[in-house]
Every structure is written in C-alpha cells, then in structure tokens.
C-alpha cells in the first residue's frame, strides 16, 4: 500500500480511489494506527489515485508533529490502516546535549535507513511523558543534505517500538509497556550488579561451566585461599563498569604481585602486606573471580560478541571483534585497549586455529550467550540487543565474563570495521520494526 499527501483533504478526510474503497468492504470511516495515536477519517473517493494508494492531509494532527518529508511503510489489518513505523530510541544522558552525543552523530551513517523507514525519534527517559502519551524529541530526515539538519525537533506520539539504552526506571518501563505492549526492549538494570549475575547465571549447570568461579568478597581469609587455589584472581567492584577498580592478583613462589586498572603494579612478599595494601581500597563491594584470560607478548586479548534479534525477531550472531590491551594493561575497554580486530581474524593468527576450528569457537561463544539470555527471558526481560564479554583461555575453552545491555558503539573510533558497526547499529532497529508489526 502507497500513501500520498494531499494539499486538498480537510484534516478528518482521507481519501482512496474506488477499487481500494471496494477492497475495504466500502467504510465510512477508516481508523489510523500512528504508533500509539489512533484516529478516525471520514472517507472520500478520489478515482485520480492509483490502486493500493491512500491519500492523507497534510495537517491532520495538530497537536503532534507527523513529518510528511520521510518515506512510511503502510499496510492494512482488518480494516484499519498502520502507516509506520514509529520507532524511539532512548538514549541516556541530558536532552540538551542529545544531539551531540557521538552514537546519536554516527546514527545516519550506519542506520540503513532504506530498509527501516519511518519515523526514527531519538529522545532521552525524562522527555517521554507517558500520562501524556507524548515524546519530545529529535526525528531522523534522510532527505537532509546537511549532516546539522539530519535531526530536527517534534513532539510525537508514543511509538510502536522503544528501544531503551538509558537508565529509565522499572515503573516507567512498566507504564510504557501498559500503553504499548510488550514494545519495549533493553533495559539497563540486567548487568549492574556483578554478583547477583553470577548466582543468577551460576543455577544453570551448562552456563557454570563456563563462567569463572566467583565469590562476594567477604575477607582476607576467603581472598588468600582463593589465591592459593587459583594462583591468579581478579578483584572487580561488584556495581562499576568500564573497568574502574579492577585489581588483577597473581602468586608465585616469592610473593604477590597486584596490577590495578590503571597500569599500576605493586608487589607484596606476604599476605599481612597485601591485606594492608587493600584493606582501604576494598570498602564498596567487590567480588573475587577466578581470572581466565589469554595474553601475547603482554598484552591480553578478549572477545565482545554482539548478539540481535533480528528481522525474524530471531536471536542471531551480528559479529565478533577480539579486543587487544595495551602493553601491561588488565583491561580490554577503550582506555586500556591497543586495537580492534575481526574475532575470526584474532582466532586464526593470534591463538592460531584452523579456520575450521575458528567457525566451531564462534559457534560455542554464541550458543554460550544464546543460553544465557533465554535465562533473562524465561525471567521475564524484554531483550534484543545485547553484548558479550567473552574470553577464550590457552585450552581454547570459552568463558563468559559479562553481559551488557548499555554497551558502548562508536564506529568513528574503530578503523577497518565499519561493515561490522553498521551491522550493530541496524540490526536492532529492523528488530523494533518487526516488533512494531512492520515485518516485511
């Protein structure tokens, strides 16, 4: 079904040539779905129009902005018509500086547009008002030949589809989801707290297997015996991301040796030492783990697979990039990172497996990550974007070390993988297209 807009229509009128007229069993009166804005129009026969085409006014709702200057899908069920879709991203931070974050900037490079369409707002939590029923915020125009113009402001009605990446609460999601549906997808609370992840994950017996032995940090005495048992242990505040306050412990015959996020190594002879050492560093909650990690010529390398639900609303591998640190660096994210490259690449040359082999590891990252999410899902969560943190050790054995829903995307920052980031950027969205009814 095509859609025109029309100069001519009065602002409840819209119009359809006599052969659609028939095809809808000959209404008086058609209701509208723009997102969550129902409305009702008064039917006019104009037989100008080619068959499967609707016309609109162009003016039809004064109290919401309804952009006529971007391509819409439109099909019709039972009668009534759905022009779309209508798909919000909710981004964290302030609204003032919405449009200058550097994913919102990337956004039109890597969105695919042609293959969404519709109307694409961006917004932040505090500017949907959900009594309301209205957003504010910035719609996407691929028309725009000026990258300053690409965003331009409107008030909109609730979309058929949110993807969140912010902080919203659990009683606004849930008040989304009232009027909505169970449209809402991605919610930020999964990953905050690295220990009730663990215990969670832990009951599944295929999961245990390859998530690192992890305790709640409860005293010196637990941490020297886990030492002891493992020879090589992280200290990870349980509710920080990013890294911040990671301490990684190795012992051998001599003594201990302690290398912070930071870069920062110290040495301790004995455990009275180290106990010191730590015992101001360790007053918000931390969690022991059983460090598994891979690591060439100093440097330590991970993996972060992305996984999607896709245009099926099928759960799909989108990539894999390995991550390598910087010389001496425990972490793997942007400030202790060297590079990025291709996991299949990082495979084949850095732990030097067939190609064969490379393919069967990515298999088991991805069924690891697959299981791990269906038990989110079987909790009740709404997820359809999420990453991995994944290591692989000398034995080629995968480990899960994290999942994250608010995982960071900034193409600009990465040479040589822009196929992979526009990959991770759309995907989601032709996911929230299907959600929203729109599937092809």
Known sequence: MKLLWLKSLKPNEMALNISLFKKLKQPKIIILHFGMLIMKFKVIIKNNLSDDTIGLPKNFSNKYTIPTNIPYDVYCKAGEIYLGPVIAFVSRGGFKQLKKQKYIRSLPSFLDYNSIKGLIIICTKGSIDVDSGMIKGYYFDPRATDSELEWKYGEFPLPNAILNHSLMSQEKISALRKKM?????????????????????????????????????????????????????????????????????????????????????????????????????????????????????????????ILQKNSKKEWSLTGLIARIAQE????????????????????????????????????????????????????????????????????????LLELQLNYGVN???????????????????KYAKALAGFEK
């Open 328 to 399: 001496g660096s425990i972490i793997t994210n942007k400030k202790g990172r060297e590079k990025s490259i291709l996991g299949r690449k990082a495979l084949t040359s850095i732990f030097k497996v067939s190609e064969e082999r490379a393919k069967k590891i990515e298999v088991d990252m991805t069924q690891v990550v697959i299981e791990t999410v269906k038990m989110y899902e079987r909790k009740g969560y709404h997820l359809g974007d999420v990453a991995a943190d994944i290591a692989v050790d000398s034995n080629l054995k995968v480990w």
């Open 181 to 305: 549906g169970d449209k809402v997808f991605n919610s930020y609370w999964l990953n905050l707290d690295k220990w009730e992840t663990w215990e969670f994950l832990s009951n599944n017996p295929m999961l245990k297997d390859h998530l690192p032995y992890t305790e709640k940090f409860l005293g010196f005495k637990q941490l020297n015996y886990l030492l002891e048992k493992y020879s090589s242990i992280y200290l990870k505040p349980a509710k920080r991301a990013r890294g911040i306050g990671l301490m990684k412990l190795d012992k051998d015959n001599t003594g201990i040796s302690l290398v912070d996020y930071k870069k920062k190594k110290y040495y301790f002879n004995d455990n009275q030492s180290l106990a010191l050492f730590l015992n101001n560093k360790l007053a918000i909650p931390y969690i022991i783990q059983q460090a598994v990690y891979f690591k060439k010529n100093d440097r330590h390398v991970d993996f972060r697979l």
């Open 411 to 429: 193409a600009r920052t990465i040479e040589g993988l822009r196929d992979f980031f526009e990959k991770v950027i759309s995907v989601p969205f």
